[in-house]
């Protein structure tokens, strides 16, 4: 179990944020499949957030169930937090997280994400804001920076513990570096020896072999699945199961009903219009775990409506267990 301040993360397992894919639908298969320990929005900007429409903001829309759950900031400018973070608060957040990883051009273009940790005077004054605006525990998500200096790295995990982060969350590549390349585990261990507070390794995380070898190398106090859950989105049982001794119902993993069943929370959840472009963001990964997943990857983004996905979706299920 994982301590962040007053919130108690229990299994250790945490939800990458990500955009276009860590939606109310998304958290919801993963809570009826169970093992996740700390959901996630996707990045939220600072900026806007204030502004936008609970009832029909697709990224804010939650239900009762989606607990404990971190939003996570995208922010540039100190002027933006304390009314982003009075937002979360009132939407009841459990935890906030600084998106300080972000390598997108479009993002660092305006100063977010993992620009911010090329001006540390800059990014200590944001944090120290933050820290001052709530209680909520406040984490924060980083890459191990431009390129691997241990010095470099240690400085800036120390400064942001030192400003009253409360969990930090390392993505184990290099800002350039892509998402094929194979995990740095061993360096979420030096920023773990470094800190007090816990640190959750994130990147590469696919199976539980995976999770194992990710803990021996880093020692890390959790796990945060980003991809792996997309593909599977069993795998936070599996791993709670089998690394952390939860105790969870057995899961019967029937590809077909977990994909309808994604559709059915999209259509409960979303205006129609805001639904295909997130069945599209879901396929695109969950598609892998089929040997010919490419082509149900692609009829499902050729589709031009729900119902089109849906029909032709099963009927793939139906070819596939016939050749499997
Ligand atoms: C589609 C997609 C969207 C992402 N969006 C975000 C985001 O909004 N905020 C963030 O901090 N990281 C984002 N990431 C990075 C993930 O949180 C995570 O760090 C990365 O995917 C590595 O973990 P994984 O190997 O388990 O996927 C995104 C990644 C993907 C694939």
């Not at 804001?129 to 209680?135: L, S, V």
């Amino acid at each position: 179990m994982l301590i962040i301040r007053n919130l108690y993360v229990d299994p250790p397992l945490l939800l990458a944020p990500m955009a276009g894919v860590t939606h109310s639908a998304f958290r919801a298969l993963l809570l009826q499949l169970g093992g996740v320990g700390l959901l996630s929005t996707e990045m939220l900007s600072a900026r806007r957030l204030p502004m936008e429409q609970i009832s029909c903001s697709p990224f804010l829309f939650s239900t009762e169930e989606e607990h404990p759950l971190s939003y996570q900031l995208l922010v540039a400018e100190k002027k933006h937090l304390a009314p982003a973070i009075a937002r979360v608060e009132q939407l009841g957040g459990d935890a906030i997280d600084l998106n300080m990883g972000c390598p997108a051009p479009k993002v660092r273009c305006f100063g977010g994400g993992s620009k911010l940790v090329d001006d540390p005077e800059n990014l200590r004054r944001l944090v120290a804001e933050a820290r001052k605006c709530t209680t909520l525990p406040l984490t924060a998500k980083i890459r191990l920076g431009e390129e691997l200096n241990e010095a470099h790295l240690l400085n800036l995990c120390g400064m942001l513990e030192g400003e009253g982060i409360d969990l930090l969350t390392v993505h184990a590549r290099l800002r350039k570096e892509p998402f094929c390349r194979k995990p740095r585990w061993e360096w979420v261990g030096k920023v773990k020896k470094k800190l007090s507070i816990p640190v959750v390794a994130n990147g590469g995380i696919f199976t539980v072999a995976d999770a194992r070898r990710c803990l021996e190398l880093s020692g890390a106090d959790g796990l945060m699945l980003g991809r792996g859950a997309v593909i599977k989105p069993w795998l936070f049982h599996e791993i709670a199961v089998e690394l952390y001794g939860c105790k969870l119902p057995d899961l019967d993993i029937d590809r077909p009903s977990i994909y309808n069943n994604f559709i059915d929370l999209l259509e409960n959840r979303f205006r129609p219009e805001r639904r295909l472009g997130r069945l599209k963001e879901f396929t695109h990964y969950f598609s892998e775990t089929y040997p010919f997943g490419l082509r149900l990857a692609s009829i499902i983004q050729t589709s031009n409506s729900v119902e089109e996905a849906r029909e032709k979706a099963n009927l793939f299920f139906s070819r596939s267990n016939r050749v499997s």
